[in-house]
């Protein structure tokens, strides 16, 4: 069986994709990566490499799905298959960069969680009967992952670079999954992604934003069970 390399959001851990685990480990052997020692995506993409299996397929999920694309930009010839969910294959934009510093500064300031509460957990989540435990339970994973890791993971998305390039190159078999409600990442990026790779499949999950493991997690599931099959 191909192992199976799960990379989380920013501010997220193996938790982001707790529904999957129980049955896509009856699929494949599967590994988590922690995306919080470096403060490039380069260097976190070599972290990976570094553990990672000869041969491995990927799924990431927002910056799991950034850092999944450099990680293939690096090293090609290594990787079977990749799912990328509710990202972007664009380097970051402008106004976004000069919303960095200021976040960056509250962190280290001891504000981690009020950057946390106001100005990123609303933008997740489409509603929905389980939004406030999503909530919460992204809450429990941003604090336990510290400042540290939220300055090292803002400085590794404002300078990544552009992967469009990346995808077009991959023939290998590549599943783009998003929500349908997903406000920061929207589904006209996935449309690119799906349209630059030649072997991969679009999926939509309805009634999601930007956790669909976690909005939508049997739906997910299905999806990427399906993906692994094909590998």
Known sequence: MIPLVLLPGMMCDARLFGPQIGALSRRAPLMTS???GYDSMSALAQGVLRHAPPHF??????????LAM???RQAPERVVGIALIDTNPLAEKD???ARRAPQI?????GDLRRVMREEMKPNYLTDG???EAILDLCMAMAMDLGPGVFVNQSKALRDRPDQTETLRAFAGPAL???GRDDALCPVSRHELMHDLMPHSTFE???????????????????ALSRWLEAL
């Open 57 to 66: 397929a990927m799924a990431g999920l927002s910056m799991g799905g950034i």
């Open 204 to 222: 939509i999950i309805e009634d999601a934003g930007h956790l669909p493991t976690l909005e939508q997690p049997e739906q997910t599931t299905v």
């Open 95 to 97: 106004e976004v960069k």
């Open 70 to 72: 450099e990680v293939l």
């Open 105 to 109: 500064t509250a962190a280290e300031s």
């Open 176 to 178: 783009v999954l998003c």
């Open 129 to 131: 009967p389980n939004r």
């Open 34 to 36: 922690p995306m919080g």
